[in-house]
Each structure stands twice: as C-alpha cells, then as structure tokens.
C-alpha cells in the first residue's frame, strides 16, 4: 500500500508528524526548494508503506500531515516560526519530518527543539557541504553558514557525508566524520536530530539537489544509518534542498519520500508518549 503523504490529513491525537517548510529565500545556485515539499509528497505515491528492514508498516502508526507553513519569504520572521512551530511539536512530544526547503531550515528546529528540551541533545547532518563559513555574501545566516550556527547552539554537531569545503581551516573541524565513526560517537543515553541534505548522495542518486557534488553515499548507506537510529531516541529529521526544477525523472523526490517512511518508522521504536 503505498504512503500517499498527501491524501493523509492532519489528526490531532497523531504522535508522528509531516511538516512542509517551503523555505527558499539564500539560495545561491539552483533554486525551486520552495516546490519540494508537494513533490516529495506527490513522489510518496509510488511507495510502498511497508519495511522490511524495520519489519514495520507505516500505515499502522499515528502520523498527519499538517500541511506546509505558510511563510513571508522574510529569513528571519520566517525562522522565528518554524521556531514556534517546532517548539508547540516538541512541547506535545510528537515527533515530526520536515519536508524542505533549504538547509537554512535546520537552524530554526534546532531552536525550536531547544526552548523545550530540558535535556541535552545530538544533532546528525548528512551534507555534502561542510556550511561552516562564519558568513556568505555579507549574511551571518544563509545555507551555507548553518551549520557554524548550529555548533554555536550545541557542540554535539557530527557532519557525515561532507566534501566539500572552503579551506584547509574548515577542513580540518573536528565535527566531520565518517559513517562507522558517527555511529562510535552517538551516546545512546541522549536523544537524536538528524538532517538530511540531499546532496549528500551521489548526484546519480539523486541529481535533482540545488548544489550536487559528486563521488556521494548511496541511498543504502544513508537509509542503513536511519535503521541504526531505531535503538536511538529520534526527536524528528528534516529532509532538505530538493530541487523539482533539476529533478524531472524524480528520482531525487522518490528517493527524499523513502527515506521520510523510514525516519518515521525509526522514531516509532521509541514511544513518543
């Protein structure tokens, strides 16, 4: 049976969440994230709803769609509500995916997350870009200084998947790191956020990415780690910087629906109430 995102309406008593951030207001090479959300949702027809890694069934948890936030196009009041947003999930304990959007995105749940949660928490991103510049084109804030913003929030940073960088200074932060390594340094005690930028995978894999770069992970090594997280307490994911415009055989939007089925059944193994 497949997932059909968006046939699925928003039910308050629901523990899992849907969420669209059609947020494209830095982009600075590829555009048309703003479109992605309906098209991962659109793609998400063609999967089915059953994992056989997890050996669970999507359609057997409580999950809604509650649609996308309606946004300014303005990065800072537009942050502040995805903030708010975040924060109302996190307060009720529902865990959520967002859809994307640009990477910008991750900042606001992060905060979000933050206001709420009395304790401590690890964030995951799978990027193919380090986003460790202090500023780009005079901004503090865009897609490619998140993640710089994110470790001034938290040191519990690890970026997996990333290969591209602006020198030898960002190169060698210590928050990079391989696969095998990541799953060495999670502490099982403390909850997990985890990001997905979809240029972290090869661009055959998924050419439809505002900023592709080549020599990726495969899907299997990005969906083998979302099966790793299933003894983890997952708080929720964000799926980001999917380009429709550069996607025409939609792959990349297929391959963004799968892997939101399977973070959503990794975060099923730990109740949310």
Known sequence: ?????????????????????????????????????????KASRSIESYSPFFNRDLKNLQFSDSGNLSLSGKLGP?????EKYISALTAEKKRFVVLGGEHTLTLGIVKGIKKILDEDFQVVIFDAHSDFRDNWQGEKINHATVTRRLR???????????RSFYGYEDYSQTIY???EDVKERLKRKLPVYLSIDMDVLDAAA???????EPDGLSYA?????????????????????????????????????????????????????
Not at 78 to 82: G, M, V
Not at 206 to 212: E, H, K, L, Q, R
Not at 232 to 246: A, Q, T
């Open 206 to 212: 998924a050419p439809g990415v505002t900023n592709p």
């Open 221 to 273: 090594q990005v969906a083998d780690f979302i099966h790793f997280l299933k003894d983890f307490s997952v708080l929720g994911m964000d799926i980001v910087e999917v380009s429709p415009s550069f996607d025409s055989s939609q792959i990349t939007s297929i391959t963004a629906a799968k892997l939101a089925m399977e973070g959503l059944l990794a975060m099923s193994f730990e109740s949310p109430r």
């Open 1 to 41: 049976m497949p997932v059909k995102f968006l046939e699925s309406k928003f039910l308050p008593q629901a523990d899992f969440v849907i969420l669209g951030v059609p947020l494209e207001v830095t982009e600075t090479f590829r555009g048309g994230v703003k479109q992605a959300p309906d098209e991962i949702r």
């Open 177 to 179: 790191t391989s696969l």
């Open 78 to 82: 537009d942050l502040n509500l995805i």
């Open 152 to 162: 001034e929030i938290t040191n519990k940073v690890s970026v997996v998947g990333a």
